[in-house]
Nanobody, 127 residues
């Protein structure tokens, strides 16, 4: 059974930082793209960041570029999201996602391209 478990969310003030972790189990994702998405109340799921499996590529939404950094540690089967200079509009449930297939043909920004999802971790940024 594949599981993705997010951790690291919490309540912070604007300007603070948080580091999210997503630990995967059940299979190795060393060759698979992994990403972070978020969803705020009343809004659709939004792409945040993604990292390729073997192509050394990273992707960010315009709203987080320069503030967030995605990384992965394949030895730990874990992907991270370092979030700096948080803003109230970053408030959302953050979901980790992993693709079953490798990089070829992948649309890293599209949620439908990912097959495994975590349960999410709440990030709340107060003004």
């Amino acid at each position: 059974q594949v599981q993705l478990v997010e951790s690291g969310g919490g309540l912070v003030q604007a300007g603070d930082s948080l580091s999210l972790s997503c630990a995967a189990s059940g299979r190795t994702f060393s060759r698979s793209p992994m990403g972070w998405f978020r969803q705020a109340p009343g809004k659709e799921r939004e792409f945040v960041a993604a990292i390729s499996g073997t192509l050394d590529l990273v992707y960010y939404s315009d709203s987080v570029k320069g503030r967030f950094t995605i990384s992965r540690d394949n030895a730990k089967n874990t992907v991270y999201l370092q979030m700096n200079n948080l803003r109230p509009e970053d408030t959302a449930v953050y979901y980790c996602a992993a693709r079953f297939w490798g990089d070829s043909g992948g649309q890293y920004r599209a949620g439908d391209e990912y097959h495994y999802w975590g349960q999410g971790t709440q990030v709340t940024v107060s003004s």
